[in-house]
DNA sequence: CTGTTAGCGCTTTCAC
DNA sequence: GTGAAAGCGCTAACAG
């Protein structure tokens, strides 16, 4: 029926213990080497006060804290999630926690919340496709140790090591286009993602890509953004401009747009095809089932830490990593009608 | 050119505006009733050095950190990270991070867990459904503040203050199967979560409340899980049961099952129905769309967070809160055959 | 008003 | 081997 303290410190045990507070740190952390019986008195006293080291005070004097940050653009994104998961999972074998942080409604305080999080933490995990290069750049230094996930630093800072982690959106999409071309489609529509979005742009490049090697092709660019409403809400121009198939910038805004589509009568394979990006957990399960752009967000969650744990260790964090998506054929394309 | 600085302190900063420590640590705390040219001399010094004050040290001199901590037994279900983003973006606006914890892998461990978490943090939300329930009294008191999702303390401990948020399986899946039960269905099995665990033994309580109501229906328990791949290997035992419609533990279960029975050459609902619970995001667009019991988790985060905002201020928190499930009907039920 | 001093709780040289 | 003392960076009494 003891314990209870108010806060029993190292200085407590010490007295308990009959020897000093550095004698208790020593045994705690296994940097003892005096007599056993000592360090089993040591250990006893602290179990009976029910004693736990202060991590705060330990990440102060030690200048560590055993946690990474992790920034995101959006905490509700499955994707974002997978990673996290997988993040997390990891680092916690590693005896590492994970701070978050949602950049969600202010891009433009992400260099503050990156370094606000950071300077909590050992470092940080960073996904911020939105954040304009330069500030990126101006950002690297003061964020160290730092994996980036879906941007590369430009190669004149590459040196700083900032590990990145990409997904090759690019090929990705490209290959999406293709599978809608051998189908027979010739008039597509992509529903785009967040302006000045990094990853938006490389799914761009790959369209234009695509594009050169078939100039029988039509591409219409409407806009929407990263969520499921903004698919939805994307429905009546996708229908206005005639295209056949549907290219949208991820699997939430897919899963979106067939539902607006659907709400103004259009058929999905039917009437006009529709495809994703990441392969979120449910979207084969999904009606339709979603072609898309397969990538492993959870190995991604992995592989960062990894690479964080590297670096944190003040050891080579290993060449870039570029995720190549693998096209996943679902039932939400056909050929288009006639 | 200048700053990258090994480390600037508040000493540095005091040092190039002449002031001392304490002074500038009141400037940037907005506690300075002092002349404002001293102060504007402060900041300017603390720009040129790209002075930012140690969260640690101020969170171990302070002694609160900013930060709670988030327990919950699988990251990777997306009803608990409903819950994370509520939580995680509301506490963000009153200037809190989260830091999270997965147990997946060593429920045993919880209690260490968590408690380490919350030593990190200033408190701690829990979610902890298969800890025993005289391990978690025991741990209240030493994790307070506290606010515990999907369970309540028992009477006894309850003026110890650890508010409580929880949804009503009881009520919700006696629902579920009342609905199954006006289509028809007199052969029910009921897929089950993780035993001990506290929400699945609600659940088993409400399929006893309609079991009872219902001496003509018969219910099959068929042991399964929390998580997808579980579902999908209970498909062969849901089959056998010669069930006519099967309640999963919740929507991952079911969307397992349903993959599995699909596999084993069943149409859902055709064969059998098939009902979930939580009402995950993508819970409406599978295929078929998932017969659930309703939760808003998000909105669960978020009160949580004012639970927890209240607590930390040493306010009252408000009364405990059980959320009820809205039934949400869709194609995976149906009447029985024939 | 402002600076000095004493911590917050732990780790770690540096002597003994 | 072990303890005393300094320090991690900041805040908050307490004087002046």
Redesign the pocket.
């Known amino acids: 029926m003891a314990a209870g303290r108010?806060?029993?410190?190292?200085?407590?045990?010490?007295r308990r213990a009959?020897?000093?507070?550095?004698?208790?740190?020593?045994i705690?952390?296994g940097?003892?080497?005096?007599?056993e019986e000592?360090?089993e008195r040591v250990r006893a006293a602290a179990d009976e006060l029910a004693?736990?080291?202060?991590p705060?005070?330990?990440s102060?004097?030690?200048?560590r804290t055993h946690a990474i940050a992790f920034m995101v653009p959006d905490l509700a994104n499955p994707a974002f999630q997978s990673v996290l998961a997988g993040l997390s999972k990891t680092a916690a074998r590693d005896g590492y926690r994970v701070l978050i942080a949602d950049s969600g409604e202010s891009p433009s305080e992400e260099p503050l919340l990156a370094t606000e999080i950071r300077r909590r933490t050992d470092a940080i995990v960073l996904c911020a496709p939105r954040m304009p290069e330069d500030e990126l750049v101006a950002l690297v230094e003061r964020l160290h140790p730092l994996v980036l996930i879906n941007r590369r630093l430009p190669d004149a800072v590459r040196p700083a090591v900032a590990p990145s982690l990409s997904i090759d959106y690019r090929t990705g999409i490209a290959a999406i286009a293709a599978h809608l071309y051998a189908l027979g489609h010739r008039h597509l529509a992509y529903v785009y993602g967040p302006e000045r979005s990094a990853s938006n742009a490389h799914r761009e490049r790959g369209l234009d890509d695509f594009a050169r090697e078939h100039p029988d092709v039509r591409i219409a660019r409407i806009p929407a953004g990263a969520a499921s409403e903004e698919g939805r809400a994307a429905a009546p121009l996708v229908r206005d401009s005639g295209a056949t198939a549907a290219l949208a910038f991820n699997d939430l805004v897919a899963i979106g747009l067939i539902g607006g589509l659907r709400r103004l009568g259009l058929s999905v394979p039917g009437d006009i095809s529709v495809t994703g990006f990441d392969d979120i957990p449910l979207a084969q399960y999904l009606d339709p089932a979603l072609t898309t752009a397969s990538v492993s967000h959870a190995d991604l969650g992995v592989v960062a830490w990894n690479r964080m744990h590297a670096l944190i260790r003040g050891e080579e964090p290993g060449h870039d990593v570029v995720f190549q998506p693998r096209l996943e054929l679902r039932a939400s394309t056909t050929a288009p009608r006639s």
């Open positions: 108010e806060h029993v410190t190292i200085a407590d045990v010490a009959g020897v000093s507070p550095a004698t208790v740190s020593r705690m952390n940097r003892f080497a005096g007599e000592i360090a004693y736990a080291p202060s705060l005070a330990r102060l004097a030690l200048g």
